[in-house]
């Protein structure tokens, strides 16, 4: 079997390409190009979008050399920064809590990526990934499964993903602990069997990436006392307790972010929580679901008890600092069933 790897020059991906090439499939590497030098400064920590990308390609390239694969790398910039930089932007400064790494697989990584590879020409039956989720296919329906490393399952931002792209992805690494990934890796005989894992999709701050000004404006509680000033809105997240610049007899939590006001309101750790998330966007990736179900609005949250209906999600024991612009996924036992955004919280 033909198979692309999309290649990001870490540990997993170069895994896949090995682990494929061994079994004997034709394998072909893959890469994204999506950082432009001088448009934004970045920083030297390990992401997926940075300055660092032409290391990151030069590790690829050495691997499909190792393996004797070829490898193409596609100028994917324009694409990154109108589907996720500015969906990022526009969300940010509206006082959501986007997640691009969703944003970046369903239209990136599974979407222009392989397009286009086909479009130039390049024919294969599966896309592979480094990934750590699973795929089941029952009678022509494919179904999303949690990865078996609960640590590093990364399921949460696939939710997206449609039939359509499913019917043509393997996560070769879905079964495997990341322990046993990197005793490959080593196996292999991979430079980058050592190599860390990315931490954020951006090296630098994000804040660079919004365009904006400081800005002075208010902190203040659920009743609108001013507690203290902020530079900007966009400098905080929902949930946020360290950091706020304030003094307080107890640790106080960002409830909410009024960009109108350039308004930060903060409370008690209580106060955090809510019960009922009205979704929207939503992407089922079998059908909608109705009735009790498990739910997610962070990647690294646990899963909680929920109900689903009508695009309300509810928790009947409540749910810490979730956002609008978020995430929620859902699931039930180890399938992902889909999920939404969330658009308003109550």
Known sequence: ??????????????????????????????????????????????????????????????????????????????????????YFRSEYLAGKTPNPCVRCNAFMKFGVLPDLARKAGIGFEKFATGHYARIREENGTFRL?????????????????????????????????????????????????DQPDSQDFYSGNHTELLHTQPKTGNIVDANGKVLGTHMGFWNYTIGQRKGLGIAAPHPLYVLELNPCRNEVVVGNAEDTLRHELKLADCNWIVEEPCGKVEAKVRSVSRLLPAFFKNGVLSFPDGVSAAARGQSAVLYRDDEVLGGGMIAEVT
């Not at 997926?48 to 694969?69: H, M, S, T, V, Y």
């Not at 039939?163 to 996560?171: K, V």
């Open 1 to 86: 079997m033909k198979v692309a790897v999309g290649l990001s020059g870490g540990v997993d991906s170069s895994v896949v390409a090995a682990l494929l090439k061994s079994q004997n499939h034709e394998v072909v590497g893959l890469t994204m190009k999506l950082w432009k030098p001088g448009r934004y400064q970045g920083g030297k920590k390990d992401a997926c979008f940075g300055p660092g990308e032409a290391e990151d390609i030069q590790r690829a390239e050495n691997l499909c050399r190792k393996l004797e694969i070829p490898y193409h790398v596609f100028d994917c910039s324009d694409a990154y920064e109108k589907n996720v930089l500015e």
């Open 145 to 193: 499964l949690r990865g078996i490393d609960e640590k590093k399952d990364q399921s949460y931002f696939l939710y997206r993903l449609k039939q359509s792209q499913l019917a043509h992805l393997i996560f070769p690494l879905g079964n495997l602990q990341k322990s046993e990934v990197r005793e490959k890796a080593a196996q292999f005989g991979l430079e980058v069997k």
